[in-house]
């Protein structure tokens, strides 16, 4: 709970009142809490200082409350404002059936002895809305199957990922077909004199190939091991590699070995090679089949869910707490964030990040999340759609097993803090959406 304001005078009508601000979801409660009441509540703190209290010229416990009340007079108010104002908060929401999806900002706080104190508090609630017709969204079929051409070409690129590379004893030059092994420097031309060359110690290319740039082959054409070349390319301006586009790079590059590339046999024995699942080609070829077909499929799935939560947001405008929003922002920034600690970013340049940016370019995304996920809930009201207690369990099973847990120390601990009742929101909504998905295809 906020507070923007201490013991300030207020012209706040004295009757719990509720106003409605330019925010839709923002609410405004000035509350009362009665004067005898916050009498009470000063006595006995008075007295509880009293008993601990340590002033020069007095003994423990035998000093007046009257010095009591003038030494500790800003410490009392502030113990009065953080045990009244909370509970006063939550009864009124209470009683007036309001839930609020953020804490309270109080303001306009008024405390003076023998008088009640009043406050006023500021606070956001689910948006109301009645969620719009979805019976008629349909989601176009995506073809998932498998062509036998495709399942040819998993095959090739199995039988390219444990080819091996031979280092050619001849005395002979670099020839198309062969790979170089080779370590370059490249200097950009043109560029800020302090700019530093790139230093590659090794890399293998392959001679005309269609992933090596051709004024390399041109130039490394014919070269032997231990020679050096320099020469240099001018790479178009739709180059992929961006930091390359349009730009004229001066190389130095030394050859430091020739080597022939061989691919394995696409036979029963390669299939043994790469599991013991297969016992021939054919074995392979059915499971690459599958597992191309599954993945199809679920992309399928994700795509056609993708669009299902685009048409609910698109026919459902409400707004959006800002509470709700930020909080959504956050979650995604942390899971981008441990996406790139994983990666090996260290917290010394996540510090350097521009995080008014991140958030901002977050919001988005956020939203319509947010959004995505007060619609399902409205919709699995509407529908009727639970999660039972075995669903949820089997999520807590699986979370264990991932975190390397105790089962039950997991679950004590999402029940200590919450997350069950997260996670049994997060399944209802993904069943809703399965439900919508299925309904629309």
């Not at 699995?380 to 390397?404: C, G, P």
């Amino acid at each position: 709970m906020t507070t923007e304001a201490s013991t300030t005078e207020t012209n706040a009508p004295e009757t719990n009142s509720a106003a409605e601000t330019p925010n839709p979801c923002q609410r405004e409660l000035t509350i009362e809490v009665p004067a005898d009441i916050v009498k009470t509540e000063t006595e006995q703190l008075i007295n509880r200082y009293a008993k601990v209290a340590r002033i020069p010229g007095f003994r423990k416990g035998k000093v007046p409350t009257s010095i009591i009340r003038q030494r500790f007079a800003e410490d009392i108010k502030s113990e009065i404002v953080e045990q009244l104002v909370p509970r006063y908060f939550r009864e009124e929401v209470q009683k007036q059936g309001i839930a609020p999806v953020s804490q309270p900002r109080v303001t306009d706080l008024h405390l003076h002895e023998g008088e009640p104190l009043k406050f006023t508090a500021r606070f956001e609630v689910f948006p109301e809305f009645k969620v719009a017709p979805y019976d008629d969204i349909k989601v176009e079929t995506i073809n998932t199957n498998v062509t036998e051409e495709e399942v040819e070409t998993a095959l090739d690129n199995l039988r390219q990922q444990h080819a091996t590379y031979t280092p050619v004893e001849e005395d002979r030059g670099l020839a198309d077909g062969d790979f170089a092994v080779i370590s370059f420097k490249g200097s950009p031309k043109g560029a800020e004199p302090d700019a530093k060359p790139v230093e590659v110690d090794e890399v293998m290319l392959e001679m005309g190939g269609s992933n090596t740039v051709a004024e390399f082959s041109d130039n490394l054409r014919g070269a032997k091991p231990e020679e050096t070349r320099n020469f240099e390319v001018t790479y178009p301006d739709d180059f992929s590699d961006k930091r390359l586009a349009g730009k004229t790079i001066a190389y130095e590059a030394h050859v430091k070995g020739i080597k022939l590339k061989s691919v394995p046999e696409l036979n029963d024995d390669f299939a043994k090679e790469l599991s013991s699942d297969f016992n021939s080609v054919e074995d392979l070829r059915h499971q690459l089949r599958e597992s191309m077909q599954q993945e199809r499929q679920h992309e399928a799935e994700h795509q056609g869910k993708d669009k299902v939560v685009d048409e609910l947001v698109k026919r459902n405008d409400f707004p959006i707490p800002e509470a709700m929003l930020d909080s959504q922002i956050d979650l995604r920034l942390e899971r981008g964030l441990r996406a790139l600690a994983a990666q090996g970013m260290t917290t010394e340049h996540m510090k350097k990040m521009d995080f008014g940016r991140l958030r901002s370019g977050q919001r988005e995304g956020a939203l319509r999340e947010v959004k995505a996920s007060l619609i399902l809930e409205q919709i699995a009201d509407n529908e009727k759609i639970e999660i039972s207690d075995e669903e949820l369990d089997r999520e807590v099973e699986i979370l264990a097993l991932q975190a390397k847990q105790p089962l039950e120390k997991v679950r004590a601990r999402l029940t200590e803090d919450g997350g069950l009742d997260r996670i049994r929101h997060r399944l209802r909504n993904e069943k809703t959406l399965d439900f919508l998905y299925r309904k629309s295809a």
